[in-house]
């Protein structure tokens, strides 16, 4: 065999390779894959949030409000990670 020969060969060979590998993917589907998403957080019902939005609402009304002002007592302590205050101890619990 010379060298023109086995060149024509191998050209064959590849061309060949090549086409089959074309019908493959062409004739292959593709499923499109799902995208992932992330889970989305849902906060549970926290009543502080909702005392401290409905002090919003009132706008400069909430500044004598006392249930607002305990409500940002309350969120202020949460904030900067301060204990609850003890109440006062009443007299039925000393005896």
Known sequence: MDGKMLARLGMIIF???AITATVIEMTRKDEPVPARTAP???PGADPLRES???CQQMGEAAVSDPD???TWAESR???LG???APSA???D???
């Open 68 to 70: 607002c002002l305990a």
């Open 89 to 91: 101890p009443n007299d």
């Open 77 to 79: 302590d949460r904030f």
């Open 15 to 17: 061309v060949a390779i």
């Open 40 to 42: 989305t957080f849902q």
């Open 93 to 95: 619990e000393e005896q």
């Open 82 to 84: 301060r204990a609850p």
């Open 52 to 54: 401290l939005r409905r």
